[in-house]
């Protein structure tokens, strides 16, 4: 019985984070035109892009090490997240779990991975990311803290 709810609360997670992230993704895609720029606090934007890469542009250009990435990546996570000895750590597979199918499912999709959340200091753009890069990263960095 707890393993169901233990699956379920998985469930729920993946789920939340991949609707979050589709409803953002579509409603920048809807309201925003390609490279549009808006400031919306000291150093955080909306810059409307699309990467062809995975996370953060990594292997734009090659798509076999790509797919091939993406598939290995996601068994790995997928095959982790199922472990019975990983309770600490379900919360974060699961958050990087969620940030990459959802990715993932956009890759698939559009053919790119819209971005467009940027960090920009004096007039440098950082990184430019997405809410599913927000869910690996916070999911990583729990791993690391614990």
Do not use: P, R, W
């Amino acid at each position: 019985m707890e393993k169901n709810v233990i699956l379920y609360k998985k469930l729920y997670i993946i789920f939340t984070v991949c609707a979050i992230d589709f409803l953002s993704k579509f409603l920048v895609s809807k309201y925003y035109t390609l490279y549009s720029y808006k400031k919306i606090f000291f150093i955080i934007n909306f810059f409307y892009l699309k990467n062809y890469g995975i996370i953060f542009n990594i292997f734009s250009n090659s798509t076999k090490i790509e797919k091939l990435s993406l598939i290995i990546i996601s068994f790995i996570i997928i095959t982790i997240l199922f472990q019975k000895n990983i309770k600490k750590k379900n919360l974060s597979y699961t958050l990087i779990l969620s940030g990459a199918l959802s990715n993932i499912i956009n890759k698939i999709y559009c053919g790119f991975i819209i971005d467009f959340i940027d960090i920009q200091i004096n007039m440098h753009h950082i990184i430019i990311f997405n809410i599913a890069d927000i869910s690996i990263i916070i999911g990583s960095i729990m791993i690391i803290y614990n």
